[in-house]
Nanobody, 118 residues
């Protein structure tokens, strides 16, 4: 089992920045990849960014060049640096961990609200 706790959400103006953090605990050694998903009101949850245990990353097209996913293995923490935030980035952001392989079981955090508003 893996437990995930997100932090760092909040209210920011368009063009601003936020950094989300996700601290993992439990069966850390079983984690294959970690990522961030988001779900806006009335929309489906979508993958924003992910990083594997081999440091391969991928991003949804809408955030490329603005968001950066990274991790600190010593702290068992994954970060999502979000720059040049837009109104459409407003959503609940969820941390995700997948264990064993790309098709392995997933674990989710409770989510953190990011609101971009002027």
């Amino acid at each position: 089992q893996v437990q995930l706790v997100e932090s760092g959400g909040g209210l920011v103006q368009p063009g601003g920045s936020l950094r989300l953090s996700c601290a993992a605990s439990g069966s850390i050694s079983s984690i294959y990849s970690m990522g961030w998903y988001r779900q806006a009101l009335g929309k489906r949850r979508e993958l924003v960014a992910a990083i594997t245990n081999g440091d391969s990353t991928n991003y949804v097209d809408s955030v490329k060049g603005r968001f950066t996913i990274s991790r600190d293995n010593a702290k068992n923490t994954v970060y999502l640096q979000m720059n040049s935030l837009k109104l459409e980035d407003t959503a609940v952001y969820f941390c995700n961990a997948r264990v064993w392989s790309v098709t392995g079981p997933q674990y989710w955090g409770r989510g953190t609200q990011v609101t971009v508003s002027s």
